[in-house]
């Protein structure tokens, strides 16, 4: 197949609405996984996302009220490492991400995220709107419920 016309960093926020639907924007999470299947989009992400979902979906299916029942917590962990996503382990964004934490006040695992897209050159499309309000003002960044399947916000 072609390369995709387009490339995003997506951050486990977004992954985790591929699994937990209930969750607001996952309609908008669901059409990127598709395009990612169809080959139309190429979504990468730091090496921890492939621990930050499965961590998410396992804290989803304990509980005395659980979304998910723990066979299908395990199912979505398996189909999520399956899904060939694109991770990086870059010391370059390690070291990148340190004083990204410091001007924008965000937690270092996200600020991994930021420093991928922006060592990319790629647009960073977060669903943790905590994060997105702290570092919106920066051009690659773009809000989910923004995101039109185009480099730009609607």
């Known amino acids: 197949m072609a390369d995709p016309a387009e490339a995003l960093v997506v951050d486990a926020s977004v992954a985790v609405k591929w699994h937990l639907t209930d969750e607001e924007h996952a309609d908008r999470a669901a059409e990127l996984l598709t395009r990612f299947a169809r080959g139309e989009l190429e979504l990468s992400a730091p090496t921890q996302i492939r621990y930050e979902v499965p961590s998410a979906i396992t804290a989803a299916s304990i509980g005395t009220h659980p979304r998910l029942s723990i066979q299908a917590g395990q199912e979505a962990i398996e189909e999520f490492l ?7 382990d870059l010391d370059d964004s390690i070291l990148a ?3 990204l934490v410091h001007q924008h006040q965000i ?8 420093a991928l897209a ?9 669903a943790d709107h905590r994060l997105y309000e702290r570092i919106r003002t920066l051009p690659e960044v773009v809000w989910i419920g923004d995101y039109t399947g185009s480099h730009h916000p609607a």
């Not at 060592?119 to 499309?125: A, G, T, V």
């Open 118 to 126: 922006q060592h990319l050159s790629l647009p960073f499309l977060p």
């Open 97 to 99: 991400a340190y004083p």
């Open 82 to 88: 399956s899904l060939g996503l694109r991770t990086y």
């Open 107 to 114: 937690a270092f695992y996200d600020a991994l995220y930021l």
